[in-house]
């Protein structure tokens, strides 16, 4: 098949019966023509539309080497540095069409699969059985353009102790049986964005497992299909209120949503679980196989799209109301391109200094993108919202509504609520914009996501830190104070 179309996409989403709850109710229509999820379904059919559209079609598809077909670029196993840009350009093609407030696009997930697809050493240290099912996994995800949801953490219970240990043991998702031809687990997992729109659901490691007999039902990797018998998901309120684009720009285009997962005895065929026990593994499964590499690699592309198009909003604002002449305004558009810049500057040294793997990978330099995955999330993110928030001020409340310009009090509205350079509609459009990214529920849920997404920020610093060499700098620093003299 190769590259899907967005029809492709949507009839075989429409085909499929996840079992899904939300608002009480049991979906019982189909998928892509749920309130909840129809307008993130049909934003996702335009993605998958790009990879035929001849102005991106070169960019976002390459030739499959096993059938000669056009599939997505962010399957390609970059072997150079010139194959690390042509997965960042595919990255950038979706990026900007979402603006990067898509989070979870195809290429997200499809790099986690590429990496770990090839990290043949990696899987061999349990058995190399496990790296030729990946590889088939992938292949199979690759050949059919498969939309993945992933999950990897214990349900919030308890977190003074183990995800072993939620509930005795019995609410974290684990292995329960293993029989000849599979496994079968039990319990839940948080969080699966994604989840009512995806094809397949990648359950991969908590990397977090302590290495204990206690841990060995929980040490494993595996896929299934989203309608996998005994799959459950319970999703969260929508924050897409089915408003018009007008209203809400953002959600209602881009409002992706969360899942708790459930697994009520889900069979796995052996051919999908990908890792079972070995919990040291378990725990590198994302840092020595080279998917946090290349998922970051996506990762810094999305949120780069997502910095550029917040400097452009808070221009536009600026311009329309007549403060981009004050110096503090000034200041933090300097900001705004500061991080901008910079994060350029991040995703061409991590492609500079990549390297070839013990599998042949050519992988972006990690301690560069994991500098950025710090850094984003606590830094650059919460600030985005705030400038917007900022240079609106009470414009983000003295908004008129699409509705109002069809009423009777449209003449006050247009005279009382034009901007400077702008009539009352366009300014309302343009600040309705601006509220949807900074303090509606949508940009509230977008806020959350940057900070946690990857993991909580508290511990990928301590990470970070553990990791980094310091050994040399603070040789130098014991240097310069045992030093006599000039
Ligand atoms: C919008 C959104 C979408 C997401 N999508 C996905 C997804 O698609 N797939 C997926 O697998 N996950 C997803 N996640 C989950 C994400 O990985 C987690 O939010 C993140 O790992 C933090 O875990 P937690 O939410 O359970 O927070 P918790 O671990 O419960 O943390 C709560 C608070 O307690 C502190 N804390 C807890 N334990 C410790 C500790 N041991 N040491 C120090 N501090 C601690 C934290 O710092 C935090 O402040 C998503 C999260 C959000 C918010």
């Known amino acids: ?178 029989r000849e031809d599979g496994i079968v687990v039990r319990g839940a997992r948080m969080l699966a964005t994604i989840a009512p729109i995806a094809d397949e659901l990648l359950v991969f490691p908590s990397t977090v497992l302590r290495g204990t007999p206690e841990d060995a039902p929980y040490s494993y990797a595996f896929a299934v299909p989203n309608d996998a018998p005994g ?24 409002e992706e949503m969360d899942a708790v997962v459930v697994f009520d005895d889900v069979f796995v065929p052996n051919e999908r679980v990908f890792l079972l026990g070995h919990p040291e593994l378990c725990n590198a499964w994302y840092s020595e196989t080279g998917a946090g590499a290349l998922m970051t690699h996506q990762v810094v592309t999305r949120t780069l799209a997502k910095t550029e198009f917040y400097l452009g909003l808070a221009s536009e604002l600026a311009a329309a109301i007549g403060i981009g002449g004050f110096q503090h305004i000034q200041q933090d558009l300097s900001e705004l391109i500061s991080y901008v810049e910079i994060e350029k500057a991040v995703l061409r040294a991590a ?71 702008l009539p009352a509609k366009d300014r309302a459009r343009l600040f309705k914009l601006a509220l949807d990214a900074s303090v509606s529920s949508f940009a509230g849920r977008e806020s959350l996501y940057e900070y946690f997404f990857f993991g909580d920020p508290v511990r990928m610093a301590g990470a970070q830190v553990n990791a980094y060499p310091r050994e040399a700098l603070q040789e130098r620093v014991r240097e310069l104070l045992a030093r006599e003299g000039q």
């Open 1 to 178: 098949m190769g590259a899907r179309t967005g029809q492709q996409y949507l009839d075989k989403l429409n085909a499929m019966t996840p079992e899904l709850y939300i608002d009480g109710e049991k979906v019982t229509s189909k998928v892509a023509e749920h309130p909840a999820f129809r307008n993130n379904a049909l934003t996702y059919a335009k993605l998958f539309d790009l990879q035929h559209d001849p102005a991106h079609r070169d960019v976002l598809t390459y030739e499959s080497p096993t059938t000669g077909e056009r599939v997505g670029t962010s399957f390609l196993v970059p072997r150079t540095e010139e194959d690390l840009k042509r997965r960042r350009a595919a990255f950038s093609a979706w990026a900007q069409y979402s603006h990067g407030f898509l989070g979870r696009t195809g290429d997200y997930m499809n790099s986690s699969l590429t990496a770990l697809a090839t990290a043949k050493k990696f899987f061999s240290r349990a058995d190399p059985v496990f790296g030729e099912r990946i590889e088939k996994y992938y292949e199979m995800a690759r050949e059919n353009d498969l939309l993945a949801t992933h999950t990897l953490i214990p349900p919030q219970v308890n977190r003074s102790v183990s995800g072993s240990q939620q509930g005795g043991g019995n609410l974290s998702a684990k292995v329960v049986e293993e």
């Open 231 to 254: 799959l459950k998901y319970f999703c969260r309120a929508g924050l897409d209120h089915g408003r018009s684009h007008f209203d809400e720009p953002l959600a209602s285009r881009f």
């Open 351 to 421: 492609e500079a200094d990549g390297a070839v793997s013990e599998d042949g990978v050519f992988l972006p330099k990690w301690e560069v993108l994991n500098a950025a995955r710090n850094w984003y999330p606590t830094k650059v993110s919460p600030r985005l919202t705030e400038i917007i928030r900022k240079f609106s001020a009470s414009g983000l409340m003295a908004l008129p509504g699409e509705a109002d310009f069809e009423a009777e009090g449209r003449p006050d509205i247009d005279v009382y609520l034009q901007s400077a350079t």
